[in-house]
Each structure stands twice: as C-alpha cells, then as structure tokens.
C-alpha cells in the first residue's frame, strides 16, 4: 500500500486571534469536511500551525479534528534550522520529523505520496482515490526507472500529477466559475521516495513543471475536464482578486456533493463576518493581498542568523587563539542582538498584518 501524506498550513505566522477566528470557521466549513469526505480513506493529514497561535484557537482547532488520520504539527518559526528560497521545504522537513517521530511511518526508504491543500480550499471527493490508482499503476514503471538511473538521481525515481481544472468559488458573494490554473497548489500531487526529501512543498508550486525537469520526473494531468478543486477567494485570502464581471453558473449543489463542503457552516460564517462589517455580496468586489513577502524575509532571515550563530558558537568552543576568541564574541553578541530584534519583528507582524 502507497501511504499518502496531505500537507495543510494553518497560520503559521500569525499571533491573532480574531484571524483564527473566521479562518478556522472557514475551515470548519470548507477543508475540513471536504476531506473527511474523500472516498479514500487512507491518507494522513498534517495540519501545521505555529508553536506560538493562540491558545484558544488551538484548542477549538484541536477539538475539531476527531479523527485518528488527523494531526496538528507545531512549528517554530523563530529557531528554523533551514529554509530553502522557492519552496516550502521547512514545512515539509517539520512534517517529516513529526511522522518519524509518532511513528506514522516507520520506513524512511518507501515512496510516498504528498499534496498540499490550504485551509480554506477543497477537493472533489474521488480526487485522492483517483491520485491513488495513478500513482499505484505507475509505481512498478517508477522503480524500472529508478533501478536503471545512474549517477545523481538514483536514489530515486519519481512522478507528478497535475489537476489542471478546478472551481473558483467566491465565498462572501457565494459565485462559482470554471477555472483552469495548471500547478496551483491543490492541483499537484507528488511520487517520490521519503529519504529523497522530494514532496509537495519542495518547489512553489507555479514552478512545478519546471522543476519536474530538474528532477527527471515525468508530469500527468488527470482529468483535464473535470473539476478536481475548489479555489476558495474571500477577505482573508492571501492573494487579491475582484468579482467584476464574474457570473457563476454552477449552483451550490456542486460544491456540496461532489465536493463535501458543509454550507450551513458556510452560512454561519458569512454571518459572522458580515457582523464584522463585510458584506455578503461580493462588494467591494475586490480586496488587496497581505504583505506575506515582508513576514518571509523576516524568518529567513533570523534561520540564516540561527546557523551563523550555531555555527560561531560551536568554534568559539574550539578556538584557542585569544584574537580570534575575542572577534568571536564580538561577532555573536551582535548577531544574538540583531535575532531578537527580527523576532520581535516577527510577532509584531503576526499582530498586525492579518486582518
């Protein structure tokens, strides 16, 4: 049997708790039950929030997720010991030692599958059983591959599926349309070996196809004209949008059974955000994106101080020469100084750039 992993990331980042509050009740009423209602069951799904959320939203997070298959993985973002520019491979190092560690797998040496899905999209309910027929059939032609490959690539050998045709759903003024955004983050599926390190966060996900080259894995779209996802755009979506000149024509009928998502949750929440001063038909109909860039920079940059400051203390031990034991203290009392003043900026940021 392939083991299937599914990656969500839930407010890594962000300390308030108002946030939690509409995201986790869109949540509630979109990812949550969309993959409890997946016709395969035999997936493990990794939720991954920060160490330092909220208490109360941990705890109404937690007491949501009644399900053995389902996790909540804590993360620190203030003491990260790498990060990689173009991927998301921290969340996936974090998810890998959380599945070794509660011995979910037991073989580091087994191909797996992965995928992501944000905390407010959803999938059709065959679309892991149909990611798992593909890959299953693959699977004997991936080692053939793997078993003649020489050199650098050989530990393993690989496949990605694409799901290129999806739904865009605008939650606040309830308009569904047809959509088509080949490698949007729900849409990739990946094959590889865990000791490769290679899963679904490895690369953003827009470059997927291009780094499917860098890893001589083959690329197959599934599906091409069927609905595969649910795209969800609101007032908290990390990306901007506007509803001008959209008309949907699909009822909410299609997202309810074919894709499990539980509209009196959705019904609730419109009401609680509509009390929040947003309305419910759309307008606006357009709403700006948060400045997640500057967040990033802020924790890559206090992981490269993290290893600098590793790396100096760990010769600062060895050192015997009192000139260099001297510009070693220098050195790490200002970078010690210049970390805690990134961290404070870090949650200051988790205050105040989410809405």
């Given at each position: 049997m392939l083991p299937h992993v599914v990656v969500t990331r839930f407010g890594t980042g962000v300390y308030r708790q108002s946030w939690y509050d509409s995201a986790i009740g869109l949540f509630a009423a979109v990812t949550l039950p969309s ?254 994106p948060y400045p997640l860039g500057v967040q990033i920079d802020t924790y890559f940059r206090i992981t490269a101080l993290n290893q600098q400051i590793s790396a100096l203390s760990e010769r600062l031990r060895d050192a015997i020469d009192v000139a260099e034991i001297t510009g070693i203290e220098v050195l790490l ?23």
């Amino acid at each position: 049997m392939l083991p299937h992993v599914v990656v969500t990331r839930f407010g890594t980042g962000v300390y308030r708790q108002s946030w939690y509050d509409s995201a986790i009740g869109l949540f509630a009423a979109v990812t949550l039950p969309s993959l409890r209602a997946q016709r395969f069951e035999r997936f493990i799904w990794l939720i991954v929030v920060d160490r330092a959320m909220p208490e109360a939203a941990r705890l109404r997070l937690e007491a949501l997720l009644d399900d053995d298959r389902f996790h909540l993985v804590p993360i620190d973002l203030e003491h990260l010991p790498t990060v990689r520019y173009g991927s998301a491979q921290h969340i996936w190092d974090c998810c890998l030692n959380y599945l070794f560690a509660r011995r979910l797998v037991t073989n580091p040496f087994d191909y797996i599958a992965t995928a992501m899905i944000d905390a407010d999209d959803a999938w059709h309910i065959d679309t892991l059983r149909i990611v798992d027929d593909r890959f299953c059939a693959a699977l004997p032609e991936v080692l053939r591959v793997e078993e003649r490959t020489p050199g650098f690539l050989k530990h393993t050998s690989g496949m990605v599926l694409n799901a290129p045709r999806g739904l865009q759903w605008y939650a606040q003024a309830d308009i569904v349309v047809p959509s088509e955004l080949r490698f949007q983050s729900m849409s990739v599926f990946v094959l590889a070996r865990l000791s490769s390190g290679i899963a679904s966060h490895s690369s953003r996900h827009r470059a997927w196809d291009n780094y499917s080259r860098v890893l001589d894995f083959p690329v197959e779209d599934i599906f091409p004209d069927r609905p595969m996802w649910v795209y969800a755009r609101h007032d908290r979506a990390e990306q901007p949008w506007s509803t001008a000149g959209s008309v949907s024509d699909l009822a909410a009928e299609e997202l309810r059974g074919n894709f499990g998502i539980d509209f009196e949750k959705v019904a609730s929440w419109r009401a609680e955000r509509e009390g929040e001063g947003v309305p419910n038909d759309g307008r606006p109909g357009a709403y700006p994106p948060y400045p997640l860039g500057v967040q990033i920079d802020t924790y890559f940059r206090i992981t490269a101080l993290n290893q600098q400051i590793s790396a100096l203390s760990e010769r600062l031990r060895d050192a015997i020469d009192v000139a260099e034991i001297t510009g070693i203290e220098v050195l790490l009392g200002q970078q010690r100084d210049l970390r805690e003043q990134l961290v404070t900026t870090l949650t200051d940021q988790g205050l105040n750039f989410f809405r």
